[in-house]
């Protein structure tokens, strides 16, 4: 069983910064594929980056791209998101998830607010 506890969420300025964390316990991260997904008000939960075991790989969602940067310490058991020239459509709650053959895990969320 793994546990993923999010932070580094809440309210930043259109064009802003913010840095997401992801820290487990129960199981070493890594031999999961570690992602972030975020679910706006409404709208279904939807993939934003993932990144392999290695750290050698990354993807986004076109929206994100050339803006956000997720990356991992695996010795520190953690996983980053790096949000930069933020926009109040990434308002949303921002979800860990770890996956493992049939194995997925969830953190509770954070919430990232861009307002001005």
């Known amino acids: 069983q793994v546990q993923l506890v999010e932070s580094g969420g809440g309210l930043a300025q259109p064009g802003g910064s913010l840095t997401l964390s992801c820290g487990a316990s129960?199981?070493?991260?890594?031999?999961?594929?570690m992602s972030w997904y975020r679910q706006a008000p409404g709208k279904e939960r939807e993939l934003v980056a993932v990144?392999?075991?290695?750290?050698?790989?990354?993807n986004y969602a076109d929206s994100v791209k050339g803006r956000f940067t997720i990356s991992r310490d695996n010795p520190k058991n953690t996983v980053y998101l790096q949000m930069n020239s933020l926009k109040p459509e990434d308002t949303a709650v921002y979800y860990c998830?770890?996956?493992?053959?049939?194995?997925?895990?969830w953190g509770q969320g954070t919430q990232v607010t861009v307002s001005s």
């Open positions: 129960g199981s070493t991260l890594s031999s999961y594929l």
């Open positions: 998830n770890a996956r493992l053959s049939v194995f997925n895990y």
């Open positions: 990144i392999t075991r290695a750290g050698d790989s990354t």
